[in-house]
């Protein structure tokens, strides 16, 4: 069953997870919220999720657990609340969304644990890239 605008968060004034988030996330959404919200972090990755109240972090924890088998961790922060995911969960996550991702968009952990692929150059710090052009040699292996 797709997002509807019912479940939006225009209805509700804040951003909110509709509680059948596990039905709504597949391989391609999940892609697509790495490639927007993802980012690097030290020992792993993180996905920005400031907007969200801890309920729905959980929520967000265990969709990730129960159908992906990725194991997570809520690190609070200034902003809000952010998902991290740790060093030894991306090479899993990267299989899951390899097929999805365009490489120039990924976040440098899942760049460098890209599954059977070969990566031009180092992973792409942060925020490289934006705005930019990406290296012509990197397009031809997406």
Known sequence: ????????????KKKVIPTNIEDLLTPLTLAI???????????????????F??????????????????????????AGPIIYIPKSQLPK??????PYVKKHMAPGPIVKNWP???IYGSARPLGAGLGRPWPAQ????L
């Open 53 to 78: 109240s801890m309920k729905d972090m959980i929520l967000l924890q265990k969709a990730l657990h129960t159908k992906f088998d990725i194991e997570t961790n809520v690190l609070l922060r200034k």
């Open 138 to 141: 990197a397009e031809h292996v």
């Open 93 to 98: 996550l990267s299989k899951i969304v390899a």
């Open 1 to 12: 069953m797709p997002f509807t605008p019912t479940q939006s968060a225009v209805r509700v």
């Open 33 to 51: 919220w790495i490639m927007d919200d993802g980012g690097k972090h030290p020992s792993g990755m993180i996905l920005s999720t400031y907007c």
């Open 116 to 118: 059977g692929k070969k």
